[in-house]
Each structure stands twice: as C-alpha cells, then as structure tokens.
T-cell receptor, first 115, second 114 residues
Framework: NAGVTQTPKFRILKIGQSMTLQCTQDMNHNYMYWYRQDPGMGLKLIYYSVGAGITDKGEVPNGYNVSRSTTEDFPLRLELAAPSQTSVYFC??????????????FGNGTRLTVT | EDQVTQSPEALRLQEGESSSLNCSYTVSGLRGLFWYRQDPGKGPEFLFTLYSAGEEKEKERLKATLTKKESFLHITAPKPEDSATYLCAVQAFNYGGSQGNLIFGKGTKLSVKP
C-alpha cells in the first residue's frame, strides 16, 4: 500500500499566486487532515474532514480552502499566496476517531516557499 | 490554555547511552497522548498512544510512560538509527470527536553517535 501520497514535494510560488496541494490515501480512511509545520514550531491543524462532502476548520484555516469529493482525495487550495504561508504541509488520515483512537498516518509533506 | 512542552529541544547521546525525553502537558481533560517519530524530510510516524496515568507501552528500545502531568519516552541502549525528532501530541476532551485536533509539542531532536 502507498499510504498517504502528497504532491508536489517542493514548490516555489510568487506572492499572489494560487496552487493546490494534492493528497490521496489508499487505506479507505474516513478522516483526513491538513497540517502545517513551521521551523521550531509544533504541527498546526489547518482543516480536517470526517468523510466525503464534510469538512471543517482547524486552528489556522485563514488563506486556505479544502474540498472532499471522494474518500481518497483531500486537496488543499491556497489562494493569493503570502510569505506567511511558507511552510511544510502534511496531509494525514485515520480510520476512526476517539475514544477508540487510531493513529494518524502522515504523508511525506510538501515544502512550499512563497517569495 | 491547553499546551504541550517537550524537553530537551535537542539531545546528543553516545550509542548505548540510555536517556529519557520529556513531554509535559496542560489540558482540561486528557483523551489521549501520542508519540511520533519524524525523520528529516519525512512525515511523522506513529509510535505509541497512552490514555491513562500509569500506562506504559514498549517497542524495541523505546518505552513510553504517562503520569497526570507528563509523559516520558525512555530510550534504552540507543543506536544511531534511533536518531530522529520525537514529537509528542495530546488530544483534549474539549476538542470534540476528531482525533486530528491534536496539540503538538515542538519536538526533541535526538542524535545518537556511534
């Protein structure tokens, strides 16, 4: 199994440009998440989805949008990129939620630089 | 405010030199505490989940323990391949049903020299 696959691995954007970070998982997980990881900081939740057609904001949603049309895919859209969005973005998935928590499975990240 | 603090920020060990990493947390009600390992350029990889004070879990040279205020990740006789950043995360009851609403610490970067 491939697990969680993210594309692209690296990307450089100019201020004001837009892009979509792709995430797909082949584990039939209902829950999917987008995190960002800034140097020296903990992972922060951007958006999450509990199933196809259902999404909700996390801790730092401003400047981002998501959609979940299928169980497998959970793309993250950046509109009008800003330098503050320079970060490493991780997509994750899990089978079920608490109290019978299953661990998050992470992709290998997309390193985004906005200049 | 709910928060997670990991210490030390970085730890250098000689191969075979046992030590512990600390994760202290402040949450209104702990639903679960998670340990992840992260290698450079990779996503975090799940290690352990702990739910209640007194609980312990082991995997190879790693042992995680939990008290009401902190968790320890004990590394016994580490090898160079144990070098990585170790992340601690907690889930609080007031974050609702999604396990993804985790509060992550900043991590401890472990280097093990041969």
């Amino acid at each position: 199994n491939a697990g969680v696959t993210q594309t692209p691995k690296f990307r450089i954007l100019k201020i004001g440009q837009s892009m979509t970070l792709q995430c797909t998982q082949d584990m039939n997980h209902n829950y999917m998440y987008w995190y960002r990881q800034d140097p020296g900081m903990g992972l922060k939740l951007i958006y999450y989805s509990v199933g196809a057609g259902i999404t909700d904001k996390g801790e730092v949603p401003n400047g981002y949008n998501v959609s979940r049309s299928t169980t497998e895919d959970f793309p993250l859209r950046l509109e009008l990129a800003a330098p503050s969005q320079t970060s490493v973005y991780f997509c994750a998935s899990s089978y079920i939620s608490a109290p019978q928590s299953s661990p998050l499975h992470f992709g290998n990240g997309t390193r985004l630089t906005v200049t | 405010e709910d928060q997670v603090t990991q210490s030390p920020e970085a730890l250098r060990l000689q191969e075979g030199e046992s030590s512990s990493l600390n994760c202290s947390y402040t949450v209104s009600g702990l639903r679960g505490l998670f340990w992840y390992r992260q290698d450079p350029g990779k996503g975090p990889e799940f290690l352990f989940t702990l739910y209640s004070a007194g609980e312990e879990k082991e995997k190879e040279r790693l042992k995680a323990t939990l008290t009401k205020k902190e968790s320890f990740l004990h590394i016994t006789a580490p090898k160079p391949e144990d070098s990585a950043t170790y992340l601690c995360a907690v889930q609080a009851f007031n974050y609702g049903g999604s396990q993804g609403n985790l509060i992550f610490g900043k991590g401890t970067k472990l280097s093990v020299k041969p």
